[in-house]
């Protein structure tokens, strides 16, 4: 493990210019093991989706994604591996070839899935999260500075599984003998200073929670009809051009 510790760091101190790196070869065979030993539930089975154990309602997608995972030594890999993330189990799952892991998330510093075109960016959040067990998505994410010095906009997702009762009526009437999974989004502006305030996604929690930036979340606002996520996320982008 030492061995391979200090084969990832010289690799990340001579490739430090870049910001993203597909790995191949013996780097990316001494990654995929760095992976593979960094936790003991590795799955038996080749898992083709995610549909048999909740889908979309408990992970990102029913289906492997495009994305990549970012080490402590901001290393990233990419390209060859698919992903998907467990909003239940807070884990995140890798895909490289026939191998299926569930990835020790001490090791990762940030990923990001590829769904419908779209680039999802998940990082920590000393700030909201000290133990660093949950991965918050930056809706505003910046891949120049990875959000460093930056306002941040995060979404955190959790979910609460209900197990079924199979001798109940309604599920031997329906049929359906499938967990039930209730999530619960909550959102946050973490500032520069790290300081952070819970918001909903209105104007008015927003531009209290930004404090002296009011006046120009303000501005902001006079030029949308509706807020969400996506333009939420351009506030935040907004601010933070300056």
Do not use: C
Not at 45 to 56: N, P, W, Y
Not at 111 to 130: E, I, M, Q
């Amino acid at each position: 493990m030492k061995k391979l510790l200090a084969t990832l760091l010289l690799f990340t101190f001579l490739n430090k210019s870049f910001a993203q790196v597909n790995l191949y070869g013996g780097v990316e065979d001494a990654y995929r093991q760095f992976m593979l030993q960094s936790h003991s539930q590795i799955n038996k089975q080749i898992l083709t989706d995610f549909l048999g154990v909740g889908g979309d309602k408990r992970f990102e997608s029913s289906q492997w994604l495009q994305g990549g995972a970012t080490n402590n030594f901001d290393v990233t890999i990419a390209g060859d591996y698919l992903f998907n993330y467990d909003f239940l189990g807070h884990e995140l799952h890798a895909k490289w070839k026939d191998t299926n892991i569930v990835v020790n998330t001490s090791y990762v510093k940030r990923f990001f899935l590829v769904k419908d075109g779209r680039t999802h960016s998940f990082v920590k959040s000393p700030a909201v999260d000290a133990g660093g067990k949950y991965f918050f998505e930056s809706l505003a994410f910046d891949e120049e500075t990875n959000d460093s010095a930056k306002i941040q906009l995060l979404k955190l997702r959790t979910i609460k599984q209900k197990k079924v009762d199979k001798n109940s009526y309604l599920a031997n009437y329906s049929g359906d003998y499938n967990d039930e999974y209730d999530n619960s989004i909550e959102y946050y502006v973490v500032m520069p200073d790290k300081t952070f305030t819970k918001v909903k996604l209105n104007k008015k929690s927003l531009t209290g929670a930004l404090g002296k930036y009011k006046d120009r979340s303000q501005t902001y606002f006079k030029q949308i009809d509706q807020v969400n996520e996506e333009t939420a996320g351009g506030l935040i982008r907004y601010l933070n051009a300056e």
